[in-house]
Every structure is written in structure tokens, then in C-alpha cells.
T-cell receptor, first 115, second 109 residues
């Protein structure tokens, strides 16, 4: 079955530590995205990538970093510079960003708790 | 910039009631419109979409019509079930996707 996997489902870290969230897709999609979801709020875009070795900042990139070394993988690192990292993180992919009709496919999410 | 406004929740209905969740948008150009659904602890799933004015998207008994004249994309279902309890997100895409804040629906037996 094609889809997006995120691991782990729950992640706990101490303040001051960097943490990397995994996202893998086997849909052969060119574009991948990271969103942050806080309780009662919509999704806010952190970073997106249109193609391997290229990525762009979204609306709330500060304190986060990404890489796109393979088409299938788009890991997100939450750094110690992120002031409020506790949130639900969603990874998504789509065929591309050049056509507004392309829907995004989402992974199951990772809930990060930093104490 | 492009944005989506959807009705605030939570919405609580009895089983078999009629559902409407309002969604209006602001956009330049000709965006595509989407409804996504999120069940507890999961990611979002595409429910339906419409890519041009007057298009109607439909899936699993849910419908929404792309109304350019009223800049709206309201979600409707004629008879809701307990299993429809979830958070519903309206979204707009003009290459980048913009999501509404979500509307939580609870359906009681």
C-alpha cells in the first residue's frame, strides 16, 4: 500500500535537546511538507520541498530545519531554538506544487512533548 | 493573501440530523478548494475537492459546491452518523495549501 509513514507516534524530549522527526513516502511524489498543529488551531506550514536537495521556508520555520536528500524522505529537526516545540507534527506529500488541484496526502503524525 | 474562514465549533448533532459546516474563502486567481477530515490522533484525510467554479465535490454522502459568486464551499451531509464525529478542515490551494481552523463535529446516538 502506498502512503506516508511518520515515526515515532509519540516523542518525549527534555528542553534544550534537538530532536528529529521521520517522514517517508512511497507515493513517488515530488513535493513534501511539514505542518505544525496546535490544539484548536489549523495547520501551519513549517517547511516544504518541491524536489530533492531543495526546500523552502514556510510560515513558521524559525527553530526548525529540514533536509531532502532522497525523494522518499523529508526529516524535520526541531532544534533547541524553537521556543514552544510541544505540538502535533504532520508530514504531507503531493505530486507537486505547480498545480493547485493536487491534493496533499498526510501521514499519521508525531506528537512531540518537550518538558 | 489567500485565506479560509470556517464556522467555529464545536458542532453537536443527533444521529441522522442534517449537517452544514460553512466555509468561505479569500483568494486571487482561481484556487482549488478541499475538505479534509481528521479523526482523533490521526493525520488528515481528503474528503472531497473541487477545482473550478460550480464544481461539486462529493464523497461518503458529503457534498460541497464551489461557489465563486459567494466565495463559499460549504460542507453538507443529509444524515450524519456517529462515525462522522471528527474535525473537518476547509482548505484552499493556489499552489500552496491554506487551512481553516477546523470544526469539531460530535454526533450523538
Amino acid at each position: 500500500d502506498g502512503g506516508i509513514t511518520q515515526s515515532p507516534k509519540y516523542l518525549f524530549r527534555k528542553e534544550g535537546q534537538n530532536v528529529t522527526l521521520s517522514c517517508e513516502q512511497n507515493l513517488n511524489h515530488d513535493a513534501m511538507y511539514w505542518y505544525r498543529q496546535d490544539p484548536g488551531q489549523g495547520l501551519r506550514l513549517i517547511y516544504y520541498s518541491q524536489i530533492v536537495n531543495d526546500f523552502q521556508k514556510g510560515d513558521i520555520a524559525e527553530g526548525y530545519s529540514v533536509s531532502r536528500e532522497k525523494k522518499e524522505s523529508f526529516p524535520l529537526t526541531v532544534t533547541s531554538a524553537q521556543k514552544n516545540p510541544t505540538a502535533f507534527y504532520l508530514c504531507a506529500s503531493s505530486r507537486g506544487v505547480w498545480d493547485s488541484a493536487y491534493e496533499q496526502y498526510f501521514g499519521p503524525g508525531t506528537r512531540l512533548t518537550v518538558t | 493573501g489567500n485565506s479560509v474562514t470556517q464556522m467555529e465549533g464545536p458542532v453537536t448533532l443527533s444521529e441522522e440530523a442534517f449537517l452544514t459546516i460553512n466555509c468561505t474563502y479569500t483568494a486571487t486567481g482561481y484556487p482549488s478548494l478541499f475538505w479534509y477530515v481528521q479523526y482523533p490522533g490521526e493525520g488528515l484525510q481528503l474528503l472531497l475537492k473541487a477545482t473550478k467554479a460550480d464544481d461539486k465535490g462529493s464523497n461518503k454522502g458529503f457534498e460541497a459546491t464551489y461557489r465563486k459568486e459567494t466565495t463559499s464551499f460549504h460542507l453538507e451531509k443529509g444524515s450524519v452518523q456517529v462515525s462522522d464525529s471528527a474535525v473537518y478542515f476547509c482548505a484552499l490551494s493556489d499552489r500552496m495549501m491554506r487551512f481553516g481552523a477546523g470544526t469539531r463535529l460530535t454526533v450523538k446516538p
